[in-house]
């Protein structure tokens, strides 16, 4: 399975993206589904998962009620929209699929394939 992410651009700050995810190879719904961003000199941290259905999502608490993930399988894609963007939010953000069944893991190690990235970045 190969990923694709994409829609990452420049934005001001307070702007809105919506970044998309899909995959060759391979149906998404198989997979749970999230994204991940790293800055330049941190490590890669965990954004927002959702669950093969979409049933259930998680998001980390630095963009809870400004970024929504979303996915829709009869498209193979998911979604992250971003909005009230802050400079801080810029970094490479990747998609990644985990084939287990359950869970909506916050640890990269835990995803079993990745997309190329896609650059975000936000202007003060």
């Known amino acids: 399975v190969q990923l694709q992410a994409f829609g990452g651009g420049l934005v001001q700050a307070g702007g809105s993206l919506r970044l998309s995810c899909t995959a060759t190879?391979?149906?998404?719904?198989?997979?749970?589904m999230a994204w991940f961003r790293q800055a330049p000199g941190k490590e890669r941290e965990f954004v927002a998962a959702?669950?093969?259905?979409?049933?259930?999502?998680s998001h980390a608490d630095s963009v809870k009620g400004r970024f929504t993930i979303s996915r829709d399988n009869a498209k193979n894609l998911v979604y992250l929209q971003m909005n009230s963007l802050l400079p801080e939010d810029t970094a490479v953000y990747y998609c990644?699929?985990?084939?287990?069944?359950?869970?909506?893991?916050?640890?990269?190690?835990?995803?079993?394939?990745w997309g190329q990235g896609t650059q975000v970045t936000v202007s003060s």
């Open positions: 959702i669950t093969r259905g979409g049933g259930g999502t």
């Open positions: 990644g699929a985990d084939i287990r069944a359950f869970g909506l893991a916050r640890r990269s190690r835990d995803y079993d394939y």
């Open positions: 190879g391979g149906t998404l719904s198989s997979f749970t």
